[in-house]
């Protein structure tokens, strides 16, 4: 018995066959303006988080206070 073969080379990710779609798709400008909106979503959901952990330390604060 032979053992298999040993691929050389990685078996890209997902996000990695995307990007490599994305870029024979759209055009230099488009793929900029395309991951600066999703840089900006990322961080509205970011910031959205850390209200709502801000909140939750607030009520707490003042449920002890109580």
């Given at each position: 018995m032979q053992a298999?073969?040993?691929r050389a080379t990685a078996i890209p990710s997902?996000?990695?066959a995307?990007?490599?779609v994305e870029?024979?798709?759209m055009?230099?400008?488009?793929?900029t303006a395309r991951r600066?909106?999703?840089t900006s979503v990322m961080e509205d959901r970011r910031r959205?988080?850390?209200r709502v952990e801000a909140q939750r330390v607030l009520?707490?604060?003042l449920s002890v206070r109580s």
């Open positions: 298999a073969p040993v997902f996000t990695d995307l990007r490599a870029s024979i798709l055009s230099g400008g488009q793929r600066n909106a999703w959205a988080r850390d009520d707490e604060t």
